[in-house]
């Protein structure tokens, strides 16, 4: 594997100077993760909106597919370096700045005035109190729910557990299944897993998890399991959903068989697709114990300069233009999400107002699980969250192997 | 110069029509072969192997001998469970061969609506294992696939092979069957085409017929098909990957991973190429030990022939 590495790292820098003979002073290099249709388009639009502000930087964009981008970013950051990566905030960006691959840019935070307007998301950027990155988008979870069903049941939003509970039972009893979900992926499991534990332990002991300073086998995590074994043992979540994937898992709601779906933001336009989004709806994930505060998954996308781009003056100017509250308004909302820039107008549509308040009043807030944790971690942890769900009965045997590999991630013994 | 070239021109001109495929082999083949051994001996996360951390100690590179090896085969829960996998799809895998032959026989007759119907048995030899493996995914699919719809028209209960750790691996072998069996049955066709007619004859003179004329006459004969058809699924199901990637992620909770989906996934996703890179060595080593054997079977057949 590691020979494979490094061939292909002397093939990037092959590539390197070909390419290096062609940039002119003035250049800068965009590389991009957003693939999918509506986000390409989007990105593209504000990559032009910068250029056009800026007439002399010649702006060169190479764009990746989301999923290769993950393994190739780490060899362009070191091979190849272009003058903005795109990645996302969190443990994932640590792991970059931590190589020495991501440049300190807690200058534009200053000058741009970001520490104030974007404040909110100023700690996911941030390791030993220096900024590594710029935040352009982020959204929120939550439960999305059919309004129609709850409708003809009489069932209302529920704000707490047991009203939540109730919700879910009466669902039930009507021959829906209360909550669908597809774990062939595995990340859907643990975004229950977030909310159960911050709602139960709040955000600083799921924090202390993430970072390996606090124990699987800690019994505080036994009421997270307790109560989430509860809804499993009830029969609450769709059947099979260790075959599905988290898409696939959309269609019983389409069709009217489940009603809810914890998930992000960026699933609503499957409903727009399936021409039934008039009939959902969002709410927050309920409080289980009133003084814990009402942590939230965020996940948060940002811009980066490696450490070795060639062009750094431009890409500072590149990451200060996201102080422009409307060209930051445009870049987040036309991709469903919201612009972490507090100057924006706050959204109209439905569901990223609705985010946007809850966001705004949230206590703090979460990347999630596989972004806040070590990927070692997160790659041992998945796959028991999901064996969890369908065989809640392992739990002991599982949170003792989830430890072990904590201790060994973190090397603590 | 020239002319001591000239003078052994017989000697040296083959060495510089190998030199290219001999130089690509060594860059491609032998020397990540190499360093993927030298790298399972450290600990490495994949990033710049000489990065100095604040200590002026070497950050991301760090020999650890024979550890990530100890850790695999008596502290890794999950290798078991791999390396059993694996077997179950060496095992398994071997049906694809009578199989094939058994439709190669079939569709080896004379007559005029096999050229119509031959192609169909092509078929799913010609669809890439990424297809193969997203139709199967969908035939399983609990509630919507066709399976389900067969087993309710039954009256059976229908049953998510995908999602029980008990059957996930049998249904993804099953899928695998789907293009290998094609494969071993073209290759039987050609086979059956060279099958010596003469000694046929000579075999109904003496008085065989049916299953003693196919076990004494054909089948020695296909043996060379036999060889080929045996490596190419033994390796294919060995790598097994794709398909485990594409249709369970390793899922149930890693109840279907195989060695060289384990591999991949602590190499690339949990950032330890060293021990992605034991589970390599390790892999490399199972099919070494295999191909060897088969190889000196081999050989020893056709001494014994001779």
């Not at chain 1, 290099?29 to 693939?35: A, E, G, H, R, T």
């Not at chain 1, 009603?259 to 399936?274: K, R």
């Not at chain 2, 070239?5 to 029509?17: G, H, M, T, V």
């Not at chain 2, 860059?27 to 051994?37: A, E, F, G, N």
């Amino acid at each position: 594997m590691g020979g494979k590495m490094k061939i292909f790292s002397f093939v990037v820098v092959l590539t390197t100077l070909f390419t290096s003979f062609v940039s002119l002073a003035g250049t800068l290099v965009i590389n991009s993760n957003q693939s999918d249709p509506r986000a390409n388009e989007v990105m593209h639009a504000y990559i032009k909106a910068f250029d056009e502000a800026h007439p002399d930087i010649n702006v060169v964009v190479n764009d990746f597919d989301t999923e290769e981008y993950k393994v190739a970013i780490r060899n362009f950051l070191q091979a190849d370096p272009p003058d903005i990566a795109i990645w996302f905030a969190g443990n994932r960006m640590k792991f970059f700045v931590d190589q020495g691959l991501f440049e300190d840019v807690s200058d534009v935070w200053e000058s741009a005035g970001f520490n104030d307007s974007m404040s909110a998301t100023k700690g996911a950027l941030t390791v030993d109190g220096k900024q590594y990155g710029v935040p352009y988008g982020y959204y929120q979870w939550g439960v999305y729910y059919r309004k129609d069903i709850f409708d003809d049941l009489g069932l209302n939003e529920p704000r707490n557990w047991e009203e939540f509970k109730w919700v879910c039972a009466m669902l039930k009893k009507n021959g829906v299944t209360p909550v669908t979900i597809g774990t062939r992926y595995l990340w859907t499991a643990a975004g229950w897993f977030d909310y159960m534990n911050m709602r139960v332990n709040g955000y600083q002991f799921h924090m202390d998890l993430m970072n390996g300073d606090a124990s699987y086998e800690d019994p505080r995590l036994d009421d997270v399991f307790d109560k989430w074994a509860e809804l499993l043992n009830a029969g609450y979540f769709l059947e099979n959903h260790a075959a599905l994937s988290w898409q696939e898992a959309i269609t019983p709601m389409i069709n009217g068989e489940a009603a809810m779906y914890l998930m992000g933001n960026f699933m609503v336009p499957f409903f727009e697709d399936a021409g039934m989004v008039d009939k959902v709806d969002y709410f927050q994930f309920p409080r289980i114990y009133k003084g814990v505060g009402m942590a939230e998954d965020a996940p948060t996308d940002t811009f980066h300069i490696p450490s070795g781009a060639k062009n750094k003056e431009d890409a500072r100017k590149f990451l200060a233009f996201l102080a422009n509250p409307e060209e930051a308004f445009k870049l987040a909302s036309g991709n469903g999400v919201l612009t972490p820039n507090g100057n924006a107008k706050a959204p109209s549509d439905r569901f990223q107002a609705q985010g946007f308040k809850v966001l705004s009043s949230a206590s703090d807030i979460a990347q999630f699980y596989d972004r806040d944790t070590h990927p070692d971690m997160h790659a041992d942890g998945m796959p028991g969250l999901q064996e969890f769900m369908v065989k809640p009965n392992r739990i002991g045997a599982i949170r003792s192997r989830l430890d072990k590999t904590r201790k060994r991630v973190f090397s603590k013994n | 110069m020239i002319k001591y070239l000239k003078k052994n021109q017989i000697k040296i001109a083959p060495f510089f029509f190998l030199a290219p495929s001999i130089i690509l082999f060594v860059l491609y083949v032998i020397y990540p072969i190499i360093d993927s051994i030298w790298v399972s001996f450290h600990s490495w996360n994949g990033m710049d192997r000489g990065l100095l951390g604040l200590s002026g100690e070497l950050k991301n590179w760090k020999w650890v001998g024979l550890d990530n090896y100890k850790e695999l085969i008596f502290d890794d829960y999950t290798f078991p469970i791999n390396l059993l996998n694996n077997l179950k799809w060496l095992v398994l895998s071997l049906l694809v061969i009578p199989i094939g032959l058994g439709l190669a026989i079939f569709l080896n007759q004379n007559i005029r609506e096999m050229k119509f119907i031959k192609p169909l048995f092509f078929f799913p030899f010609v669809i890439n294992l990424v297809v193969v493996s997203l139709i199967f995914t969908w035939f399983y699919m609990p509630k919507y696939g066709i399976l389900d719809l067969i087993f309710r028209f039954f009256g059976l209960e229908p049953i998510a092979f995908l999602a029980e750790e008990t059957l996930a691996t049998y249904a993804i072998i099953f899928a695998f069957f789907w293009p290998a069996i094609a494969y071993t049955m073209i290759i039987y066709l050609t086979g059956l085409t060279n099958v010596n007619t003469e000694v046929v004859e000579a075999g109904r003179i003496d008085g065989a017929s049916g299953i003693s004329m196919f076990w004494n006459v054909i089948l020695p004969q296909l043996r060379p098909a036999t060889f080929i058809a045996t490596v190419v699924t033994v390796v294919g199901a060995l790598r097994s990957f794709d398909m485990v990637a594409i249709m369970t992620k390793g899922g149930p909770w890693g109840s279907t991973s195989v060695l060289a989906y384990k591999m991949y996934e602590e190499a690339l996703f949990s950032y330890r190429m060293g021990y992605g890179s034991a589970i390599a060595t390790i892999l490399f080593l199972i099919m070494d030990i295999y191909i060897v054997w088969f190889l000196y079977r081999l050989f020893q057949n056709e001494k014994s022939e001779k």
